[in-house]
């Protein structure tokens, strides 16, 4: 089986529970919420469009013919509910030319606001040019450039060679015309990382803190193994959060959100948008993506008007309970 298909059958079959901290964070309850439901704005700007409501479908899928379609599934979705949308590792196509139409979703969605999704050592292995073409062709309207150490070092044939990723980002920055944007796996993207990465010019930075996808468990799995003293490794989503929400880049927030509660705390921490895969694999799969993502809707709209939230940058400043460190 393909690499690809082997990681999408693990990770709908995942069984472990994990937590991303966000549990801590209590909104503080308004009986009297003094707004009308269908007065509440959720609409948010990003990269220099207004979207609908702050979540994006994360990264995953292109390559085969069987991922080509799940991305044309997820795309129409993003397109019909005007959320953003990235395809999985561009690198497959790089290197096989023939599974490029699997990640051309703007053929038959036009609109959709379209994040290529690339490896940071990929960078090392193909020239600028190439990448550009390729992302051209595509018109994706920004790139992810992941950064998954731990996976790579899980994986048989992982990239072991991470020297240089840092100064290839920075340059890839100036290189686009398209907005560059850096991302982790689920490992999570400490407050230092994320300096680094706003100093290379990267134009929003998506977390994906552990408390979700597991890539070591997954990985582990594919090799067949018993062993993984990584199972707990990395930055919790929440701990990242508090770390990065300081910065001049925006912040997408991810790594187990699974509803829009979650999606209204994180915006309350000061994510930009909040970004899930997982649950939107499982949904489109499954036949049922848009009510999913209309169900993250109505439970976001819900957290808003209970904390007098009319839009989103009031939401911002809603008070919370509990946990001192996050006010
Ligand atoms: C099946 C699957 C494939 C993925 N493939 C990619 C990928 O190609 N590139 C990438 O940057 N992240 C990839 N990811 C990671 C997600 O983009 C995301 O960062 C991570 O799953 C955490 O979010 P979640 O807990 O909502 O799933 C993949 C995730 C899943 C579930």
Redesign the pocket.
């Known amino acids: 089986m393909n690499v690809?298909e082997e990681?999408?059958k693990i990770?709908l079959e995942q069984e472990w529970e994990l937590k991303n901290g966000l549990d801590e964070v209590k909104f503080t309850h308004y009986a009297l919420p003094e707004l009308n439901f269908n007065e509440i704005s959720t609409k948010v700007k990003f990269l220099g469009r207004i979207f609908s409501q702050p979540v994006m479908i994360?990264?995953?899928?292109g390559g085969t013919e069987r991922t080509g379609k799940i991305n044309e599934k997820l795309a129409a979705a993003a397109e019909e509910k005007n959320i953003p949308f990235?395809t999985?590792?561009h690198k497959i196509a790089l290197k096989k030319p023939e599974v490029f139409e699997s990640f051309n979703v703007k053929r038959k969605n036009p609109d959709v606001f379209l994040i290529a999704?690339l490896?940071g050592t990929a960078l090392l292995e193909f020239d600028f040019e190439e990448i550009e073409r390729s992302l051209e062709r595509i018109e994706a309207d920004a790139v992810?450039i992941?950064l998954?150490p731990l996976q790579e070092l899980m994986q048989k044939d992982g990239n072991k060679k991470w020297k240089g990723v840092r100064e290839k980002i920075a340059e890839l920055c100036d290189y686009l015309s398209i907005p560059v944007l850096a991302?982790?796996?689920?490992n999570g993207i400490n407050g230092k990382t994320a300096l680094e990465l706003q100093k290379a010019g990267v134009k929003a930075i998506?977390l994906?803190g552990f408390?979700?996808?597991n890539?070591g468990e997954i990985e582990k799995k594919r090799n067949g193994e018993t062993r993984n003293v990584f199972k707990n490794w990395g930055v919790s989503t929440l701990q990242s959060l508090k770390e990065c929400r300081n910065l001049k880049t925006p912040i997408i927030a991810?790594?187990?959100?699974?509803n829009g509660l979650e999606v209204a705390k994180t915006i309350r921490l000061g994510a930009t948008l909040a970004?899930?895969?997982?649950?939107f694999?499982k949904a489109v799969v499954e036949d049922r993506l848009e009510k999913e993502l209309d169900e993250w809707l109505k439970e976001l709209k819900i957290a808003m008007m209970l904390t007098r939230s009319s839009n989103l940058n009031e939401l911002r400043k809603a008070e919370i309970q509990e946990n001192r460190s996050l006010r």
């Not at 994360?58 to 899928?61: K, R, V």
């Not at 970004?275 to 649950?279: F, G, K």
């Open positions: 690809k990681q999408l990770s994360g990264s995953m899928t990235s999985g590792s999704n490896g992810f992941h998954n991302k982790e796996v689920g998506d994906a408390g979700g996808t890539w991810s790594g187990g959100i699974r970004s899930a895969s997982l649950p694999l």
